[in-house]
């Protein structure tokens, strides 16, 4: 038989509202970095491609 719950106990009611604040604080941390990722990805896209430095020998000794 399925049991219904008239009251919940105080300290499950804290314990989910603590469980929701993280949970939102942890979204907007996840969208904030994907919206900077986004966001650098097509700065890096415009600049087009890099060329490579070509590398120096180093002098040799005498």
Same mark, same amino acid.
Do not use: F, N, T, Y
């Given at each position: 038989?399925?049991?219904t719950i008239i009251f919940k106990p105080k300290g499950d009611a804290?314990?989910?509202?603590t469980a929701k604040t993280a949970r939102?604080?942890? &979204? !907007?941390e996840t969208t904030a970095r994907k919206a900077k990722t986004e966001r650098l990805r097509a700065a890096r896209l415009?600049?087009?491609p890099v &060329? !490579?430095?070509p590398k120096k020998k180093p002098?040799?000794?005498k």
């Open positions: 038989m399925a049991e804290k314990s989910e509202a939102s604080i942890i &979204e !907007a415009a600049r087009g &060329e !490579a430095q002098a040799r000794r």
